[in-house]
């Protein structure tokens, strides 16, 4: 599980994101080319699934899950980058939030006119671009 509650006192929190997501994946802090590095080899099962119990939302297909059980339970490189993606928008939105979950779950899921009625979560899972832009409308609006 994945404890957004370290949200709620920014001031205690790692500057660096890299070192906010390695925490967050259980890796401790990580700085941004170990985290690469972690990434491109390959991000388990377990750490893929506790990023989607905490956006309550499936990040990768069900066959992409399956396949990674099969080898051993290591998502391939790409995968694990989608995962990362998507763990770059859950920093930004519990920055945004302050560790509240349940304001967060609903700041990621409220259609937005400006996303042609999609949410902020629904942008960031179907590409990267996607993920890169919603971390960037989070960032940009004003702190709940």
Do not use: W
């Not at 906010?20 to 390959?42: C, K, Q, T, W, Y």
């Not at 297909?61 to 694990?80: H, N, T, W």
């Amino acid at each position: 599980m994945i404890d957004l509650s370290v949200y709620a006192e920014v001031e205690t929190l790692p500057r660096e994101q890299s070192e906010r997501i390695g925490v967050m994946l259980g890796f401790g802090r990580l700085g941004d080319v170990e985290l690469a590095l972690r990434i491109h080899e390959g991000l388990s099962l377990g750490v893929a699934r506790k990023v989607a119990d905490a956006l309550g939302a499936e990040i990768l297909p069900e066959a992409e899950l399956e396949r990674a059980v099969k080898e051993g339970g290591l998502l391939s490189s790409y995968e694990s980058s989608r995962v990362y993606q998507v763990c770059c928008v859950l920093d930004a939105a519990a920055l945004h939030c302050r560790g509240d979950a349940q304001m967060m779950s609903r700041y990621l899921r409220v259609p937005n006119h400006d996303l042609d009625n999609r949410s902020l979560l629904e942008l960031a899972l179907v590409s990267s671009a996607g993920a890169r832009a919603a971390v960037t409308r989070i960032e940009s609006s004003v702190s709940i």
